[in-house]
């Protein structure tokens, strides 16, 4: 597959396939020759008024003015001082991501940069070649200054890259790769650093995690649902169309595919003295719908990033170079804050679906922690525990991070989003839900092999098969985590979807429009 980078039209999924699964990259005709346009602009302003980012100082300095003859000297300056970084390396595709976005805002022409930039960053992308980019150092305005320079260090041959499985210096790799290092002329140092492009392509990731995530939350709460002779009648169609809310209805409709035909479900459809499930069941398609309606509002968000030229100042069409503030990170922030606390929620419910699977005194029949000789074995009881944990820390990661701002550069950057660690953050909360469900997920499967001789449905029945496929059903205790990590490993993955698709059910399908009431 090949990206071809435009500017505008780069998608979500675009993203994804050069970030994770190494898509390579070529820019447009259409796009080199706006950058070649808006290139000719700077040039024609290199004389005259000082202007922001070409003839002058950054920040707190944009007052002092840089004389012709140390202009470009200006540009790798910025870059090299704003590589201050520390901490761990982010992840490859986090840095993959963040340079295919700076090269699609450059495309756009609005930045001011050549060809020649957009083009190195390409390069590097074909390459495999990743900057080492440390976690901290971002405050999400003025774009990603420390991520993005730490990036742009390579383009001039210096840092570090992660190249063929290592870490080594950038020029050494630039070289093994038959790519030279390029000089960053007027304007193009601020360029290659002034965007939210970090914050924006760890935000499409979690938009393309999250979308994964909630489905299989809905898959796995069926088998819940059949673990503890639970009831579907909650999820019939018309009392969810008495609260119309697109993500609720989804989930919904999910949750009776998934259990359509159940022996376990029919087998207490009459004379069952419970007048009603727990919240944490029969309030399941409230609570993941309402998260799947969060995505769609942080994928809207992302998708209008994605279509921002996001620098300063901007380079227009009319020969104006105006000062803006197209790289604070706010939207981003707010978005990336609310699926954190979306995805809590998700992991929450689910740590107490399961803590009732476990639970003699509400798991109706089952035994205590689903052990097979109760006392000698423990079962499953610090599974629950593992995943208790993790749905405490993200209790705490869901506090927002950009509610809160420090002012830096002298007062002239005296409000900042926070986005990065939003963002940063969000990730966390990500893995921890994936292994909450996974958990729940190895509960569930015990507690459906418990019920035996009653046979599970044939959509939850397929996900017990893919599981025992990879580990045993009940029996005496044995190292648990290990099973913990298959369940996490295949929820990382299509791997359920795909089952699900071989059987011929189809989930996430909209239901049609509601009667209104």
């Given at each position: ?62 007052t ?32 993959r991501?963040?340079v ?71 020029a ?10 390029i ?39 069926a ?26 209805a ?7 595919s ?113 052990a ?15 995943a ?14 950009s ?7 002298g ?20 893995d ?55 369940g ?14 071989a ?15």
């Amino acid at each position: 597959m090949t990206v071809h980078l435009e500017g505008p039209g780069v998608t979500i999924a675009d993203v994804i396939a050069v970030a994770r699964d190494g898509a390579r990259v070529e820019l447009t005709d259409a796009a080199v020759q706006r950058m070649a346009d808006a290139r000719e602009i700077v040039e024609r302003l290199l004389e005259g008024d000082p202007k922001y980012g070409i003839s002058t100082g950054f920040g707190a300095l944009a007052t002092v003015a840089i004389p012709p003859d140390r202009r470009q000297a200006l540009q790798a300056s910025l870059v090299r001082s704003h590589a201050a970084g520390m901490g761990d390396p982010v992840e490859d595709e986090v840095v993959r991501a963040m340079v295919l976005l700076r090269a699609r805002t450059l495309a756009l022409g609005a930045s001011g940069a050549s060809p020649l930039v957009a083009q190195a960053m390409v390069d590097l992308l074909n390459a495999g070649l990743s900057p080492v980019v440390p976690e901290y150092g971002s405050l999400g305005a003025s774009g990603e200054l420390a991520p993005l320079a730490h990036a742009a260090l390579a383009l001039l041959g210096e840092g570090e890259v992660h190249h063929e499985g290592r870490r080594r210096p950038a020029a050494e790799a630039l070289e093994a790769e038959g790519l030279s290092p390029i000089t960053l002329a007027e304007k193009e140092g601020l360029a290659v650093i002034n965007g939210t492009d970090g914050i924006l392509g760890m935000l499409c990731l979690a938009v393309d995690d999250t979308q994964r995530l909630l489905t299989q939350a809905d898959m796995i709460s069926a088998m819940t649902v059949e673990g503890l002779l639970a009831t579907d009648a909650p999820f019939a169609a018309d009392l969810q169309a008495l609260r119309p809310h697109p993500g609720q209805a989804v989930s919904a409709a999910n949750l009776r595919s998934m259990l359509d035909g159940s022996p376990i479900v029919a087998s207490h459809a009459s004379d069952d003295p419970r007048v009603q499930d727990a919240y944490s069941i029969r309030c399941t398609p409230a609570v993941h719908g309402a998260a799947r309606d969060t995505l769609d509002h942080v994928r809207l968000v992302a998708e209008r990033e994605l279509a921002a030229a996001i620098d300063n100042p901007m380079i227009l069409p009319d020969g104006r170079v105006e000062s803006c503030g197209n790289f604070h990170g706010a939207p981003l922030g707010f978005a990336a804050d609310f699926l954190a606390i979306a995805l809590a929620e998700i992991g929450a419910i689910a740590e107490r679906r399961m803590d009732r699977l476990l639970d003699k005194t509400r798991n109706h029949g089952l035994p205590p922690f689903l052990a097979s000789e109760v006392g000698v074995d423990s079962g499953l009881m610090i599974g629950h525990y593992t995943a208790a944990a993790m749905a405490a820390e993200n209790k705490r990661l869901a506090v927002p991070a950009s509610v809160d701002s420090l002012p830096t550069s002298g007062m002239q950057e005296d409000h900042v989003s926070m986005g990065w660690g939003a963002v940063r953050k969000l990730r966390r909360v990500v893995d921890n839900v994936r292994r909450i469900l996974a958990i729940e997920f190895v509960v569930a499967a015990r507690s459906i092999d418990l019920r035996q001789p009653l046979r599970p449905a044939a959509a939850t029945g397929a996900l017990l098969d893919l599981l025992r496929s990879h580990v045993d059903g009940p029996g005496p205790d044995r190292h648990l985590s290990p099973e913990l990590q298959v369940g996490e490993r295949l929820l990382a993955t299509d791997a359920l979807a795909d089952v699900l698709e071989a059987h011929g059910i189809t989930l996430d399908e909209p239901p049609s429009e509601p009667e209104r009431c």
